[in-house]
């Protein structure tokens, strides 16, 4: 596609839901990342897939976060359990080549989610 | 956490003037980048500048890099109402075998028509 993309761009669900966030990256990039921005927070680093593994799962915040890559192209953020402090604009990038430290990580509109 | 830190928090300026932001940030890095945002949703990148490089134009803007101050400023000469916006630097760190970004806490920036 012509960009990364995300869906749904919004998402409100009740305290103890489970949700799915979907990215799509565009079409060819190999590595990929997930990255939350919060009030409190800014902007935060949580995954970054190369192909469909995940070297780098560091940022992570809890167990009941997750993510997986299929394909070497969508990837779907999971949240279990969801709490109030998971509300949160959720923020996809991709880029080109991995490995290469001045590549550049062209992200998705992101998707708003609320926990009530 | 977060790596860098920008001033100022906040920027109003009328069109015409030229913004300058800074931002710091704590480790070695391979390079850092610039990147705008609308809305408070998708990020777009702006300008990367390596780590051996002091200096980068791209239009509008001007990027410099100060390794040994750990710094780095963003100037937008002749600024436009339609730069409104807030403006986040971030990091590559040269550890680690990933590409992660390091972003700082943002400038907001408003260009008063």
């Known amino acids: 596609g012509a960009g990364v993309s995300q869906s749904p761009s919004n998402k409100v669900t009740e305290k103890g839901k489970d949700v799915e966030l979907r990215c799509d990256p565009i079409?060819?990039?190999?590595?990929l990342y997930w990255y939350r921005q919060s009030l409190g927070q800014g902007l935060e680093f949580l995954i970054y897939f190369q192909g469909n593994s995940a070297p780098d799962k560091s940022g992570l915040p809890s167990d009941r976060f997750s993510a997986e890559r299929t394909g070497g192209s969508v990837s779907t953020l999971t949240i279990q359990r969801t709490q109030q402090e998971d509300s949160a604009v959720y923020l996809c990038?991709?880029?080109?080549?991995?490995?290469?430290?001045?590549?550049?990580?062209?992200f998705g509109p992101g998707t708003r989610l609320l926990v009530l | 956490s977060q790596q860098g830190e920008e001033d100022p928090q906040a920027l109003s300026i009328q069109e015409g003037e030229n913004a300058t932001m800074n931002c710091s940030y704590k480790?070695?890095?391979?390079?850092l980048q610039w990147y705008r945002q609308n809305s408070g949703r998708g990020l777009v990148h702006l300008i990367l500048?390596?780590?051996?490089?002091r200096e980068k134009h791209s239009g509008r803007l001007r990027v410099t890099l100060d390794t040994s101050k750990k710094s780095s400023s963003l100037l937008i000469t002749a600024s436009r109402a339609a730069d409104t916006a807030s403006y986040f630097c971030?990091?590559?760190?040269?550890?680690?075998?990933?590409?992660?970004?390091?972003f700082g806490t943002g400038t907001l920036l408003a260009v008063q028509p």
């Open positions: 990038a991709s880029s080109l080549i991995p490995g290469l430290a001045a590549e550049t990580q062209y």
């Open positions: 480790t070695s890095i391979n390079n």
């Open positions: 971030a990091t590559a760190p040269r550890v680690g075998a990933t590409n992660k970004l390091i």
């Open positions: 079409s060819g990039h190999t590595a």
């Open positions: 500048i390596r780590s051996n490089e």
